[in-house]
């Protein structure tokens, strides 16, 4: 559903139910995967689809019977094997798997809020109870970066823990199905939610147009961030110079600022500071200290370091916004050029991101972290 949200969001506004088919599973070489839907509104009108034609005609009449009458949520199955999928046409020899549900915008308020975050390209994911016990079928919750739960599926612990895993996939851009099994008393009866994310790539913002903002860029961007590197020289900030990013010219402060009040900026934004001046590096350190991103890193020696956070301090710092700033930028590699120092920053940046020491794995510390424990969900798409 959030695939087509920029087309149902204006729709989901004006108050008109629809019935949601979106494909939960598919095997062998069925056309359409996971997340994708089919919307058949009270107006009669159609949006996306879930097999590119071959099975749209049967869904769609299932749909229409659903806006008509019974709105209880319902699966749907088409495989090559079967003669109801081969008389729609499924002979691509694949199966697919269908979840439809009826959607009344005046009774639920978290969907119209979502879709616009899709439509907006902010991260959001939806989960939904596929499979399972029919008091629950059907019930959703919907999960932001920092941000409480909307929704609930019926039981506070269940929420907690799908809570947990949604959030896992929509860090990590996944749409799919998390299986809920008895293990740990998460709940009575196995269940399967189906969980969609619109999750834009995380952003990476490098300010300093050096040969060290050209590898880190190269780097960030091959990590899956999407890379901007801002300088207010236009002379050393040209799109020839740093291929693998978007390029800014504006002073670093004003530019994060804009970026801050447009919304896009979250709690995955990265950071780095490597212009070595302190005319841009005070009042840009000054504004990312007290954002909610994810990493702020300074360049600089241990005395431009030191210099700089009494600068910061007298600039009304607190103790709390200081410690996290991550200075001099980077990790012990023994770096010596923009690309070994690059690599240093990459290496922090995913240590911090995940909770890793830094430290050899040859000392025996963990080498998974934050892992879900065996048996209790399992990411399946």
């Not at 190269?218 to 978007?246: H, I, K, M, N």
């Not at 500071?273 to 909610?292: E, G």
């Amino acid at each position: 559903m959030l695939e087509i949200a920029a087309d149902l969001v204006e729709r989901v506004r004006r108050g008109i139910p629809f019935v949601a088919a979106t494909v939960t599973s598919v095997a062998g070489s069925a056309p359409r995967q996971p997340g994708s839907s089919l919307v058949v509104d009270a107006d009669g009108t159609v949006l996306g689809n879930v097999s590119g034609g071959c099975v749209d005609a049967a869904v769609h009449d299932t749909c229409q019977n659903m806006l008509a009458g019974d709105h209880r949520a319902r699966a749907l199955h088409f495989g090559y094997s079967d003669a109801d999928a081969f008389d729609v046409g499924l002979t691509c020899g694949g199966t697919i798997e269908l979840f439809l549900r009826h959607h009344d915008p005046t009774t639920e308020p978290w969907l119209e809020p979502a879709l616009a975050d899709a439509a907006g390209g902010r991260a959001v994911a939806v989960a939904t109870i596929v499979r399972g016990p029919e008091a629950h079928l059907g019930r959703v919750i919907v999960v932001r970066p920092g941000k409480s739960v909307a929704g609930t599926l019926g039981d506070e612990l269940l929420d907690q823990v799908a809570e947990a895993q949604t959030t896992g996939a929509l860090h990590a851009g996944r749409t799919g199905t998390l299986e809920l099994g008895v293990a740990d008393s998460h709940c009575r009866e196995p269940m399967t939610l189906l969980v969609e994310s619109n999750s834009p790539p995380p952003r990476m913002l490098v300010f300093g147009a050096i040969d060290h903002a050209a590898a880190l860029a190269r780097l960030g961007s091959f990590l899956g961030y999407q890379v901007t590197v801002c300088d207010a020289r236009a002379t050393f900030a040209t799109p020839e110079r740093f291929p693998d990013a978007e390029v800014v010219v504006d002073w670093p402060h004003r530019y994060l600022s804009s970026q801050a009040e447009a919304g896009l900026l979250d709690q995955r934004t990265v950071v780095s500071v490597l212009t070595h001046d302190p005319k841009f590096d005070l009042p840009l350190l000054k504004s990312a200290l007290r954002m909610p991103v994810a990493y702020v890193g300074a360049m600089g020696s241990r005395r431009t370091h030191e210099e700089r956070l009494t600068r910061l301090r007298d600039a009304g710092l607190t103790s709390g916004e200081l410690d996290r700033l991550h200075s001099p930028i980077g990790l012990d590699l023994g770096a010596r050029t923009p690309q070994e120092t690059a690599l240093s920053i990459a290496a922090e940046v995913v240590a911090h991101r995940h909770g890793g020491s830094g430290a050899s794995l040859s000392t025996g510390v963990p080498i998974h972290h934050g892992a879900p424990s065996t048996g209790a969900l399992a990411f399946s798409s």
